[in-house]
């Protein structure tokens, strides 16, 4: 299927003083701080940085996003970006190169990947190419939800193992080697069932 700050508490003996020092400030010192936490947010969030702007190739930019899977509104979200530093984007070659991403993006092969990968589809494949897409991307999802299902169990079999080994009290001792029992169980069949989903998946990669 990542990208800290760290803040120091002020102690409960320090609040007074705290709140003191705090309204000495005075709003139209705390004021320009918080505009420029906010901007520095909505900079982070924006789909290109203003470096990219200035130097973007829309052509690339517009096949980076479609060999992505990426929706043509992204283009809304560059043009929004960039106009901080006057920069429109070139919508013609942008929709160029975005249509050439998609043939590479909506093969077979790469249906397969995005779904054991556990992405979603977004529904920007051409009609021609999306009904072949669509049936390997659910076949690679199948999988991809059969790992997880693989990946719960054993944690649930560990943590039932932990509790066993710290359990003293014979009656719940017994009870936590029947859950462990139908853990494993559990777990063998799930194991069985992404191995078969895991050959069907080499059966249509090309």
Same mark, same amino acid.
């Given at each position: 299927m990542k990208p800290t700050s760290t803040s120091v508490r002020p102690s409960i003996d320090s609040a007074p003083a705290a709140a003191a020092r705090l309204?000495?400030?005075?709003?139209?010192?705390?004021?320009?701080?918080?505009?420029?936490?906010?901007?520095?947010?909505?900079?982070?969030?924006?789909?290109?940085?203003?470096?990219?702007?200035l130097s973007a190739n829309w052509l690339d930019q517009?096949?980076?996003?479609?060999?992505?899977?990426?929706?043509?509104?992204l283009l809304d979200d560059h043009r929004e970006a960039c106009a901080?530093?006057?920069?429109?984007?070139?919508?013609? =070659?942008?929709?160029?190169?975005?249509? =050439?991403g998609l043939l590479e993006y909506c093969t077979p092969a790469n249906a397969l990947h995005e779904g054991r990968q556990g992405r979603s589809y977004r529904n920007v494949c051409p009609m021609?190419?999306?009904? =072949?897409?669509?049936?390997n991307h659910q076949r690679g999802y199948q999988a991809y939800e059969a790992q997880q299902n693989v990946d719960r169990l054993y944690r649930d079999l560990q943590r039932a193992e932990r509790d066993l080994n710290r359990e003293k009290d014979r009656h719940k001792r017994h009870e936590l080697r029947r859950q462990i029992r139908?853990?494993?169980?559990?777990?063998?069949?799930?194991?069985?069932?992404?191995h078969n989903l895991e050959r069907q998946l080499y059966r249509y990669s090309p």
């Amino acid at each position: 299927m990542k990208p800290t700050s760290t803040s120091v508490r002020p102690s409960i003996d320090s609040a007074p003083a705290a709140a003191a020092r705090l309204v000495s400030v005075g709003c139209g010192l705390v004021r320009p701080a918080l505009i420029g936490a906010v901007a520095l947010l909505l900079s982070a969030c924006a789909s290109m940085s203003e470096k990219e702007c200035l130097s973007a190739n829309w052509l690339d930019q517009g096949y980076r996003d479609g060999r992505t899977g990426r929706t043509a509104s992204l283009l809304d979200d560059h043009r929004e970006a960039c106009a901080r530093v006057g920069v429109t984007p070139n919508t013609e =070659q942008y929709h160029a190169g975005r249509n =050439q991403g998609l043939l590479e993006y909506c093969t077979p092969a790469n249906a397969l990947h995005e779904g054991r990968q556990g992405r979603s589809y977004r529904n920007v494949c051409p009609m021609h190419l999306e009904r =072949q897409f669509l049936a390997n991307h659910q076949r690679g999802y199948q999988a991809y939800e059969a790992q997880q299902n693989v990946d719960r169990l054993y944690r649930d079999l560990q943590r039932a193992e932990r509790d066993l080994n710290r359990e003293k009290d014979r009656h719940k001792r017994h009870e936590l080697r029947r859950q462990i029992r139908h853990l494993d169980a559990r777990l063998s069949r799930a194991r069985n069932e992404l191995h078969n989903l895991e050959r069907q998946l080499y059966r249509y990669s090309p």
